[in-house]
């Protein structure tokens, strides 16, 4: 079997040096091309980032800090939230870096996350069903709890006051992929 993996090299710097990305880095930077045909193990990492319709679902000088704002995307039934969490945070947007989104529903089992924002932590949680806690100013990961899967976070971006919702990092509960139902 023959494997195909072509990958850019995005590693120089601009004096020649090598840069150091991490895994998730690497998967934002959108650098790798690789051919899934003869490799359906990384199917599911193709899954990881999707990109879907542009959607403006904001204003920055609407966001005030440490009160989530929900909106669905990238479909009618995906509930998510947008918040400032007023600390630099991974994929963040806006001056300080810290405008990101996510989607609501815990990686575990589907429980709601609705209204479980904690400003003083930055975390989205407990999980009404079963305690897990995800921290928004890294990238969704689990601080605590049964999830072993960080939360989507919804892909940003800013230009001038309004904020765009552009993709999905992450499988959102519930799908096979992240171009529809399962
Ligand atoms: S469904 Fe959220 S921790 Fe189990």
Redesign the pocket.
């Known amino acids: 079997m023959t494997q195909n993996i072509q990958i850019h090299d995005r590693t120089q710097d601009e004096e020649g040096g090598h840069l150091c990305m991490s895994r998730r880095q690497f998967l934002l930077s959108g650098g790798a091309v690789v051919s899934l045909a003869a490799m359906p193990g990384l199917a599911q990492a193709a899954a990881i980032k999707a990109g879907y319709a542009r959607k403006k679902i904001g204003k920055l000088s609407a966001l005030k800090a440490g009160e989530p704002v929900a909106f669905n995307y990238p479909f009618a039934d995906v509930r998510n939230i947008l918040v400032k969490v007023g600390a630099p945070a991974g994929g963040g947007i806006g001056p300080e870096k810290d405008v990101v989104a996510f989607n609501q529903q815990?990686t575990?089992?589907?429980?709601p996350l609705e209204g479980t924002y904690k400003a003083k932590y930055q975390a989205l949680g407990p999980?009404p069903?079963?305690?897990?806690t995800f921290d928004l100013t890294r990238h969704g990961m689990v601080i605590s709890?049964?999830?072993t899967e960080s939360l989507p976070q919804i892909v940003l971006e800013v230009q001038g006051d309004d904020i765009y919702a552009t993709g999905v990092m992450g499988l959102i509960y519930g799908y096979a992929a992240n171009t529809g139902r399962a």
């Open positions: 815990c575990h089992m589907g429980g999980c069903l079963h305690l897990t709890g049964h999830a």
